[in-house]
């Protein structure tokens, strides 16, 4: 197989591209995909500063190497999940990435940070599936870390499988709100938010995975353990179906979406206002933010249960 | 018992000695190391092949797994074969982002 952009032996075959490269048109190939889509979606520009969240993953360390490489002005920010042998691993292969760049990384750990306040244990405290607490405790860490950090924009390493997955979930249960809510680039809802960006929402997994390896990025390869059995590894299992038998299918399926369906659902009702959080001051729904809530709640069933034993 | 050969088969080269009169060694290739990840599972596979033949017949679809063998990544129609350790790394993630 040859590279379709110098004819040297190929590397990486990109099935719903139709097309293939050897390593230095496949990474050309990426860096251009990434610098197109942003520009395309306006999502920011070169004299903002950008907070990359990294988890250790091939994603997101794929966009921070990307964007660095692009010539962004960017600094790291890993949120420590204090989820084992996993969270430990994602840390330090975040930290080495950082490092051997000369790359600025804040690492917020949630045990360290909110005593006790690890995933697998405030799941444990409220009875709640461990992905509901993390996306809760990500949205506000990183919000809050953007905010105090006086950053334009934070970016996550969302990628094309993940925006399909999650498309399919709100078209099969006709999510209106959230659909009218998918797009890649969010602007700011209120004062102390900042707008979020998804780079990467063109690149595939494959693509990501092939990136960081080519680059000579250590990344975590494991899944997180909270993860088996997750609907949106169901979601995206369907669409790798769909993929294999019609290659392509799930960068039309995103795109086109973005295109013709969007606007569609762009005048479904909104979730609500926003108003600033009693205790944090962080935007929020009602007097107390999510975030807050699921803290209170995590120190009242302790509580419960000391007086109880 | 060591078999003789007549002198008709040694002067048409049809022996198998060396012409110092040692007999060649031979190597039988190792069977092709195959190892899944994250999975950890390690499998064995005798037989040339292509990658694509090989992903399949593990029940793999394409464009899930990364193919490597040593630091290079393989496409589909190239050919794996026994004495290669070759590594299929899953690209999907449901953790990590």
């Known amino acids: ?309 | 018992m060591q078999r003789t050969l007549g002198p008709d088969r040694i002067a048409r080269g049809l022996s198998r000695r060396k012409p110092d009169g040692s007999v060649p060694r031979f190597r039988v290739p190792a069977p092709m190391q195959v190892r899944l990840e994250p999975q950890g599972k390690q499998l064995t596979i005798s037989g040339r092949r292509r990658v694509g033949d090989l992903v399949r017949s593990l029940g793999i679809l394409a464009g899930t797994v990364l193919v490597i063998r040593g630091d290079e990544l393989l496409t589909d129609d190239a050919f794996v074969d026994d004495d290669d350790t070759i590594e299929l790394r899953a690209v999907i993630s449901g953790g990590a982002g």
């Open chain 1, 1 to 309: 197989m040859k590279c379709k952009r110098c004819s040297a032996t190929a590397t990486v075959q990109l099935r719903s591209h139709n097309t293939a490269f050897c390593k230095p048109c496949f990474v050309f190939f990426f860096q251009r995909g990434v610098e197109r889509a942003i520009a395309r979606e306006r999502m920011f520009s070169r004299d903002e500063r950008i907070l990359v969240a990294v988890s250790g993953g091939k994603d997101s360390l794929a966009l921070w190497d990307t964007l660095v490489a692009l010539g962004y002005e960017t600094e790291g920010l890993y949120l420590g999940l204090g989820i084992g042998a996993y969270s430990s691993a994602s840390e330090q292969k975040t930290r080495t990435f950082a490092e051997r760049r000369g790359l600025r990384l804040q690492v917020v750990a949630l045990d360290e940070a909110e005593a006790g306040l690890g995933i697998p244990s405030v799941a444990a405290a409220t009875r709640r599936p461990a992905c509901s607490a993390c996306g809760t405790f990500k949205r506000h860490h990183f919000d809050r870390a953007a905010l105090a950090g006086g950053f334009a924009v934070l970016a996550t390493g969302h990628n094309l499988d993940d925006e399909a997955a999650r498309l399919l979930g709100n078209v099969l249960h006709w999510q209106l709100p959230y659909l009218a809510k998918q797009r890649p680039v969010l602007e700011p809802t209120h004062p102390r938010f900042v707008r979020k960006v998804r780079p990467l929402y063109r690149t595939s997994e494959l693509e990501s995975a092939t990136y960081a390896f080519l680059r000579g990025i250590d990344y975590v390869v494991e899944e997180c353990p909270n993860s088996a059995g997750a609907t949106q590894l169901i979601y995206k299992d369907v669409m790798n179906r769909l993929e294999n038998e019609m290659p392509g299918s799930k960068l039309a399926f995103v795109t086109d979406f973005l295109s013709h369906g969007l606007p569609l659902f762009a005048k479904a009702p909104e979730i609500a206002d926003l108003g600033e959080c009693a205790r944090c001051g962080m935007p929020a729904a009602g007097d107390v933010c999510g975030y807050c809530r699921l803290v209170a709640e995590v120190g009242r069933r302790r509580a419960q249960a000391v007086a109880h034993s």
